[in-house]
């Protein structure tokens, strides 16, 4: 049985004066980010395909994006939940409160557990006052180890960046065509943004310019609203451009160690050429969060079977390099098999007593997020 709540869509309450809000699952995260917006306030989680991902969904997964480096991902925000438990009730944990240490915190625990502990149908989020200024600076640079050097530079430096994100010469010929300025060719680029007050903004802004102009070989900063809206319309575009290459993908969730993240990229794109795949790789760099590509051929019997087994083997890397199976997008089906091992056998048994605890028969989203299927 699928559950749907696609009409779960009303803003329950909108409380400006006191940074919060109440809405039910099947709201947008582009509603939610335009009504907070609305009120001088933010939202900040902003996983891609906003117009259609709903809030509900971005909890169940702990969404992130690329603001996630300096904002958090989607469970910082959330400080309530209404769920349906098994075997159909009704239950609220947390609300509108900031702080509650009254028992365990079922709230977290609901968060990313991609439906397998209850269905949620609404969510109490916080909010905060929004920037008055952001300023992307973006750069390139001539392969993956210069690119991740200054990205490094950049998190040392301990400025508050909003968002470092990287997409690699393989990703920048294939989605290249719709940036908004000419690409040197076969170039890194590391795209990060500045916010806060206008003076905070353009202080960090003239920092990054500078640090990650020690080695690019070229810098471009927009400071034209409708240029910056075009860059970002460009980043989420990305994975729709790559994908037309060959018509479809296989593309997979790590994450690593920041100082691991070139090590990474590279082995991942080897991986592809190992399996005899055309590869690309890229992602939010601030939180090690990689999203290598593999293109496949819908059709193609073939490549889809090849692509299934670099995806076993980035997996591996990820293990390999103190990284994690998934970062953001959750682990589904595909990636069960490697739970065991990514968990280690303590925490994996206290998973499945989790599960048993919530869902003693096992009828929510059964063979996810634990070792064993019931």
């Known amino acids: 049985m699928v559950v749907a709540l696609e009409r ?140 991740c050097a200054a990205i490094e530079r950049i998190v040392g430096s301990g400025l508050p960046v909003a968002a470092i994100e990287y997409l690699d010469g393989q990703t920048m010929q294939y989605a290249g065509a719709g940036f908004p300025t000419e690409i040197p060719a076969g170039s890194f680029c590391v795209l990060t943004e500045a916010d806060g007050s206008n003076d905070e903004a353009a202080r960090v802004r003239a920092e990054v310019l500078e640090l990650l102009g020690e080695d690019a070989a ?23 451009r790559v994908a037309a290459q060959r018509g479809g993908k296989v593309s997979e969730d790590i994450a690593v160690p920041l100082d691991r993240l070139a090590e990474a990229i590279e082995t991942s794109l080897e991986i592809g050429r190992r399996h005899d795949l055309a590869a690309a790789s890229w992602g939010h760099a601030g939180d090690g969060n990689l999203h290598t590509t593999y293109l496949v051929s819908p059709d193609d019997g073939g490549e889809l079977e090849r692509a299934a087994h670099a995806s ?44 048993r605890a919530f869902d003693p028969q096992n009828l929510l989203n059964p063979g996810k997020k634990t070792t064993t299927q019931s």
């Open 218 to 240: 070229a810098l471009y900063a927009p400071e034209v609203a409708a240029e910056i809206a075009a860059l970002w319309r460009w980043r989420e575009s990305v994975t729709l």
């Open 312 to 355: 076993d083997d980035l997996f591996d890397l990820a293990l390999s390099l103190g990284g994690t199976i998934s970062g953001e997008h959750g682990v589904g089906l595909l990636k069960s098999p490697w739970l065991a091992r990514r968990l280690g056998p303590r925490p994996a048994a206290l998973h499945a007593a989790v599960k």
């Open 8 to 147: 779960l869509t009303r803003v329950r309450s909108f409380e400006p004066l006191l940074w919060r809000m109440e809405v039910e699952a099947g709201v947008t995260t582009a509603a939610v980010r335009h009504t907070a917006r609305g009120g001088g306030l933010l939202f900040a989680p902003d996983p891609g395909a906003a117009e259609q991902s709903q809030i509900g969904g971005n909890v169940a997964t702990n969404a992130g994006g690329p603001h996630a480096f300096k904002y958090g991902v989607t469970g910082a925000w959330v400080t309530g939940v209404e769920v349906v438990v098994a075997p159909g009730e009704l239950v609220r944990l947390g609300g509108p409160l900031r702080k509650d240490v009254a028992g365990y915190d079922l709230t977290a625990l609901l968060v990313g557990s991609e439906g397998t502990l209850g269905v949620i149908t609404s969510v109490w989020l916080r909010l905060t006052p929004a920037p008055e200024a952001a300023w992307p600076v973006v750069a390139f640079f001539d392969g993956i180890r210069s690119g």
